[in-house]
Nanobody, 121 residues
Framework: QVQLVESGGGLVQAGGSLKLSCAAS????????MGWYRQVPGKQRGLVAA???????NYADSVKGRFTISRDNAKNTVYLQMDSLKPEDTAVYYC???????????????WGQGTHVTVSS
């Protein structure tokens, strides 16, 4: 019913930049908070940044001042601009959205398939 499709991952040198995009599609009535999470092997998936439908943002301490989350509500798309990348930012990045589908009374979480980000030193 709903799909989140990420793009923009890849390989970059330390100090470089990448911009991730996540587009939601399907039978969408409303999208609430959207966010980016990341996961490395052997560790739990953790929040990187989140943005509410009204534009309020929240960041993990490790990315504050380097990453910027934004969204285009008309396109049902959330972005993550990642600057001053460090090797420790290497992970699989997942898009997450709290979405109410058409005909539903409740919101539920949806996840993208993940996109790899590798930062070389």
């Amino acid at each position: 019913q709903v799909q989140l499709v990420e793009s923009g991952g890849g390989l970059v040198q330390a100090g470089g930049s990448l911009k991730l995009s996540c587009a939601a599609s399907g039978s969408i009535f409303r999208i609430n908070t959207m966010g980016w999470y990341r996961q490395v092997p052997g560790k739990q998936r953790g929040l990187v940044a989140a943005i509410t439908s009204g534009g309020n943002t929240n960041y993990a301490d490790s990315v504050k001042g380097r990453f910027t989350i934004s969204r285009d509500n008309a396109k049902n798309t959330v972005y993550l601009q990642m600057d001053s990348l460090k090797p420790e930012d290497t992970a699989v990045y997942y898009c997450n959205g709290g979405i109410t589908t058409c005909g539903s009374l409740f919101s539920r979480e949806y996840w993208g398939q993940g996109t790899h980000v590798t930062v070389s030193s």
